[in-house]
């Protein structure tokens, strides 16, 4: 490993970090510095002040705020220890001279895993079979269930995470189409159109960033035209679908359940609505997180860190 010029202090926003991860950053002359939850906006500048630090490791979406930047005058790299950058104020950290970075598509192969099996567990009703069972239950072949094979499932967001959900759906057997203008979704078909797509699909799959443009854009009037009983799934970001527009669709019957890893208020707090649905499937944000995905996103995340501050290119995408 090529070091960099100078000793550089890393902060994680976490306690913790791949031991992979840390010996990249160590060999290239780092010292690493970590932080316990809870992580507010205060606390992060404070820290950063504290040690100095070159880059920060941002683990999860902790707040990188205007005022955050401007109280790390040293900084010179944010590293998404994965993909998410929706916690960073972009215009701020451009105009810090502060550059960010994501681990582009490392995590893409575990979050389109865990996008298709909500799918498959709410199209064979699994949960709800699972609670009868525990409940004494046995509705043997009086259950009718359906097959995954031969829905159509509309995909929101083709980046690498979109694209790899759709390849293993279509392997599956089902149809996919693809939120993008024709002709360039690796030969899945396409609609340019979201509410055209809509009325298309059985099963919605979200995997766009969270933007000003993506705020809010499943709400009442996008449920209404999917199918009635359609699915959706959302391993994007919570707040990309309207979640009360989603409550009163899901409890009107309209939609036949979803599929859910991401949510506006994170942990999903105690009593929430959702949480009473038998229809819906609730996962806490860790569709990107096996081990092997956990390693190959920190060890890149690393990689990043020394790369940039050494001068050297980042690879494309990377970069944002």
């Known amino acids: 490993m090529t070091t960099t010029s100078t000793p550089f202090n890393v902060l994680v926003t976490a306690e913790h970090w791949a031991p992979e991860a840390q010996a990249v950053v160590q060999q290239a002359g780092g010292q690493i510095h970590f932080m316990a939850e809870p992580i507010t906006a205060q606390n992060l500048a404070e820290r950063l002040a504290q040690t100095g630090a070159q880059a920060l490791v941002l683990r999860g979406s902790k707040p990188v705020s205007a005022a955050v930047l401007r109280a790390a005058p040293a900084l010179r790299i944010v590293a998404k220890n994965g993909a998410g950058v929706d916690s960073v104020d972009m215009e701020a950290a451009r105009t810090q001279g502060v550059a960010v970075a994501v681990a582009q ?50 995909i929101v967001g083709y980046g690498a995470i ?17 939120l993008r203008p024709a002709g360039q979704a690796d030969g899945f078909d396409c609609e340019p159109d979201l509410r055209q797509l809509l009325p298309r699909v059985d099963i919605l799959s979200l995997h766009c960033p969270l933007t000003e443009q993506t705020r809010g854009l499943i709400g009442a009037n996008e449920l209404a035209l999917l199918r009635p009983g359609s699915l959706l799934i959302n391993t994007a970001r919570g707040p990309v679908v309207d979640e009360a527009a989603l409550l009163a669709a899901l409890e009107s019957g309209h939609l036949g359940g979803a599929g859910l890893d991401t949510f506006d208020i994170e942990p999903l707090p105690q009593g929430h609505p959702l949480a009473r649905l038998p229809q819906v499937l609730l996962t806490p944000h860790v569709a990107g997180v096996t081990r092997q995905a956990a390693l190959r996103v920190a060890t890149l995340t690393a990689t990043n860190i020394v790369d940039h501050l050494a001068g050297r290119p980042l690879p494309a995408g990377h970069l944002l």
Do not use: C, I, Y
């Open 105 to 154: 598509a490392a995590n893409a192969p575990a979050v389109a895993e865990h996008a298709l099996a909500l799918m498959l567990a709410l199209v064979r009703q699994l949960p709800q079979l699972d609670q009868q069972v525990r409940a004494g239950g046995w509705a043997g072949s009086n259950w009718q269930g359906r097959d995954f094979r031969g829905s159509t499932v509309g």
């Open 162 to 178: 979109g694209r790899a959900t759709a390849q293993l759906a279509a392997a599956l057997g089902a149809k996919v189409l693809v």
